[in-house]
């Protein structure tokens, strides 16, 4: 099964994951992520993969044919920054990245080197945002 997506839930503990990060900042934001990703979507974290915390799920099915599963938001605490995946469907000129604070941008996701750099209630908005979005679109 060559095309099997390796992005996948597991039953990998979320807990123990955060608990064996190396850095204590990147270990201690992965537990603010945690909570805070929890108290917006309301659902439970599962690993997906071996390295992404993911907060609910979607089935998409694109007008090629390739459908799959994935997570409606999550968020990985990698050893250069954390990675939110939180901005799938947010525009580039969205004024609240603006007000975010320190990251860098790639087309789905934020690069966050430390939460002490951002505004938290500004990512708050924009976890809530990316979620209803993701929910709007795909809403099984």
Known sequence: MANSPKTVPTKKSVTKFIADVESDTRREDAKTLLA???EVTGDPA???GPS???FGQYHYCYD???EGDFFVIGFSPRKAHQVLYVLGWMDDEDPLLDRLGRYKRGKACLYINRLAHIDLGVLEKI????????????PN
């Open 46 to 48: 599962v690993m997906w």
């Open 52 to 54: 992404i915390i993911g």
């Open 36 to 38: 805070l990703m929890k």
């Open 64 to 66: 090629s044919g390739h």
């Open 127 to 138: 976890i809530k945002k990316s979620y209803r979005e993701t929910k709007k679109i795909w």
